[in-house]
């Protein structure tokens, strides 16, 4: 029982009180609909979500990180969702830490994902035990959905239906034609 004289407190609430303002860290290269359902789902969880725009140091980024927050806009604004769209460099834990961000939001499809999360959840953790990693299962119909399929298939002229977003469908299908063309 907690007396409010105890030393003891969540982990989030000893750096910032309850979890308020989280972030959705990603590569989002494009935003795929698995994304837009953790933004719509994940949104309504916090007084804050922010949506960013980060640097896999192992991936070689298609889109631009401005066509990125661009498209980004473009879901958030259609899909109505309160969230905030912002760019981020260097480590995301001190990203959270210097913006107040208690909370990292992500994903988490299947086995393969949970492999390439949980480390990267200890990771984050052990580089600051203040910021929390929280996993939402996405919709059974966005289970296959990801962006390196989404680039996949437009490259080779695919329709995107159901794995984009439909206000972004025409655009990214456009520039991934367009950089097939150049391969
Ligand atoms: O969509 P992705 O590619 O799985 O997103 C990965 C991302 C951008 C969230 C991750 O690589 C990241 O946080 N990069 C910033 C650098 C960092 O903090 N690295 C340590 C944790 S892996």
């Given at each position: 029982?907690?007396?409010?004289r105890?030393?003891?407190r969540?982990?989030?609430?000893?750096?910032n009180?309850?979890?308020?303002?989280?972030?959705?860290?990603g590569?989002?290269?494009?935003?795929?609909?698995?994304?837009?359902d953790?933004?719509?789902?994940?949104?309504?969880?916090?007084?804050?979500?922010?949506?960013?725009v980060?640097?896999?140091?192992?991936?070689?980024?298609l889109?631009s990180v401005?066509?990125?927050l661009?498209l980004?806009?473009?879901?958030?604004?259609?899909?109505?969702?309160?969230?905030?769209?912002?760019?981020?460099?260097?480590?995301?834990?001190?990203?959270?830490?210097?913006?107040?961000?208690?909370?990292?939001?992500?994903?988490?499809?299947g086995?393969?994902?949970?492999?390439?999360?949980?480390?990267?959840?200890?990771?984050?953790?052990?580089?600051?035990?203040?910021?929390?990693?929280?996993?939402?299962?996405?919709?059974?119909?966005?289970?296959?959905?990801?962006?390196?399929?989404v680039?996949?298939?437009?490259?080779?002229?695919?329709?995107?239906?159901?794995?984009?977003?439909?206000?972004?469908?025409?655009?990214?299908?456009?520039?991934?034609?367009?950089?097939?063309?150049?391969?």
């Open positions: 029982m907690h007396d409010g105890s030393p003891w969540p982990v989030t609430a000893a750096y009180g309850p979890t308020v303002r989280a972030l959705f860290p590569s989002f290269d494009p935003v795929t609909t698995g994304h837009l953790v933004i719509v789902r994940g949104a309504p969880l916090f007084e804050e979500l922010w949506i960013g980060g640097r896999n140091s192992a991936k070689q980024p889109f401005e066509e990125r661009e980004l806009a473009a879901v958030v604004a259609a899909a109505g969702v309160r969230a905030r769209v912002v760019a981020f460099t260097g480590l995301v834990v001190e990203f959270a830490r210097a913006q107040g961000i208690g909370c990292l939001l992500r994903g988490l499809r086995g393969g994902d949970l492999d390439y999360e949980l480390p990267m959840a200890q990771l984050n953790r052990r580089l600051e035990p203040r910021v929390e990693t929280l996993f939402l299962a996405p919709a059974p119909e966005h289970a296959c959905v990801s962006a390196r399929w680039r996949d298939v437009g490259r080779h002229g695919g329709n995107l239906t159901g794995l984009v977003p439909d206000c972004i469908r025409a655009a990214v299908e456009r520039r991934l034609r367009e950089g097939a063309d150049r391969d």
